[in-house]
Each structure stands twice: as C-alpha cells, then as structure tokens.
C-alpha cells in the first residue's frame, strides 16, 4: 500500500493540499514504512503559479478539473494533508482514496498513528473553494 502526505519540507504536513511544494509518497507493507520517497507538486494548479486553479471559460461555466493530481497519486490508496478544498476531496473520495485531514502537524508521526487506526480526520477542514 502506498499513502500520499501533502509535505512542503518533507518533515511536516502542509496545511493545504493543493499548494504544498510536494507529497511523500510512504510504501507501507505487513504495517512498516518499507520506503519513503519525495516527489515536486507540478500536479495542482496553486502549484504551476495558478494561484486560483480553477479553468474559466470567458465568464461561463466554472470548471475544475484535478485529473493530473488524481493520476499523479493513482497508486496510493490514502491521501492525509492539514487542509482540502472540498471539491477535491470528494474527487479522491470518488475514485476510492481514503481522505486524512488531520490536525498532526509531522508526517512520519501522521503515518505511525494511520498505521495504529489512531490518526485523527477533521473532513470540516476542507474548505469551499
């Protein structure tokens, strides 16, 4: 099993997913961190220097799209940040992730606690954007 930790210095977890510098990506197997890995955020739009991120159409229909995130983070089933915008929360939801949005401030001890079946969820820290 593989589990995303939104990570802006690769120690602690950002407080917004979609704007954090990049993910630890931790290869869990029989419960033990076997790997731990870093990749650069070029997935979210707030990260490419779009710091709205949503695509608008000449003032029609808003659209959002987070198709390159999902692909990125395909082969982890557990995404854990500090904060998420709603609409990509229910997007992780819908293609089976399993949402973490946790008030633990350091990753390696946000994955010891998921780890336990102790890590806190908040999912009202996602907000409406």
């Known amino acids: 099993m593989k ?8 120690v602690h977890i ?3 997913f979609g704007q954090t510098r990049g993910f630890l990506i931790y290869a869990v197997e029989n419960g033990k961190v076997n790997e731990k890995a870093y990749i650069e ?11 709205q991120g949503h695509d608008h159409d000449a003032g029609l229909h808003h659209q959002h799209s987070h198709r390159r995130i999902l692909e990125a983070l395909d082969e982890c089933e557990v995404v854990i940040s500090r904060g998420m915008g709603r609409r990509l929360l229910d997007d992780f939801s819908a293609v089976g992730k399993n949402i973490y949005i946790t008030p633990a401030e350091m990753a390696d001890d946000a994955i010891s606690q998921y780890l336990k079946g102790a890590l806190e969820h908040d999912p009202d820290k996602s907000c409406e954007h």
């Open 41 to 51: 955020n070029r997935f979210t739009g707030h990260a490419r220097g779009q710091h």
């Open 14 to 16: 950002a407080s917004h």
């Open 3 to 10: 589990i995303a930790v939104a990570s802006d210095d690769q």
